[in-house]
DNA sequence: GGCGCAATCGACGCTTTGCCGGATGCCCCA
DNA sequence: TGGGGCATCCGGCAAAGCGTCGATTGCGCC
């Protein structure tokens, strides 16, 4: 399969949001048989276009605490500091940015003391310029893929 | 059910990753029978801890670009803004944050054109003080949850 | 026209699931 | 101490799920 067709993306669409939704019942709203749809399913898994399914979990970071660290690098290229993020199970996600910032790093940790740990060591990085925290209070909007 | 126990957490750690695998396969790794596994995850389901399954995909997302909005309001609490923020399907998530700024937006569009547009469009709500745009060139760290 | 490929369909059989009754372990209170 | 009450576990059954098969259809190209 290279080409997705609009029946590709309805299966997407519809499995970005059930992963779980019975064959049939997906069957039904795409307009195509069980068996056909079975093997699109199955095609576009193959292929790598779904990479897989993922239980979204929401109580399970009760208790942890979101930060995002927003990072100026003295040199851009500064491979060292994204082994030392890697090494962090508390890091979430690094991206890296245009503009004045450098890295926007994405944090969940269970307490402040460990942010502020967390904090100490990525500044005191070698490469890190400047690094200022922002701590999550509230997801005013979360959305999934569409 | 209020607490996880360890059987609980080892449910959610697999579904996270693998989240059509078998009833029977999940209850053979976390040691338990298949009726009680199910019960398990149902629980767990119905409790809102498994908030849904959503399909990774990976293609699907080529051609969009991300970006963080870093936000400074006038008065903190201007509701306005979330409103608005909320209307733009671009928009994938919104935190209020502590320290110098206020708000943390995360959109993905699919052009330039349409970053400024958006930027612009938010810049102009008369809550926002401030607003940097970094554009994502390239994600260094995403991690499930685990 | 006729051949071939790709996609669809309905049907078959196996697997997985939801639901049930009964057994087991734990806690609390008389 | 002992006996309910509650939560959790297990195994079995019926129903619904799934992958796979051959046959059919639609379409492009020789």
Redesign the pocket.
């Known amino acids: ?1 290279r080409e997705l067709d609009a ?1 590709d993306r309805d299966i997407l669409g519809i499995l970005s949001k059930e992963a779980r ?5 997906l ?1 039904g709203r795409i ?12 095609s576009l898994e193959n292929s790598g276009v779904i990479r897989g399914y993922r239980a979204d979990i929401g109580q399970m970071d009760k208790g942890l605490i979101c930060a995002f660290l927003l990072v100026t690098l003295i040199r851009t290229p500064s491979i060292g500091i994204l082994d030392q993020l890697a090494r962090y199970p508390e890091v979430r996600r690094v991206s890296s940015v245009s503009g004045q910032l450098d890295l926007i790093v994405e944090i969940e940790v269970p307490s402040i003391d460990r942010l502020n740990t967390l904090r100490d060591l990525i500044a005191s990085h070698g490469g890190v310029e400047d690094l200022t925290t922002a701590i999550v209070l509230r997801r005013d909007i979360e959305r999934a893929v569409d």
Chains 1, 2 share one sequence.
């Not at 307009?31 to 199955?42: H, I, K, P, Q």
């Open positions: 399969m029946k939704i019975p064959l049939k019942t069957a307009g195509l048989s069980r068996s056909a749809t079975s093997e699109r399913v199955a």
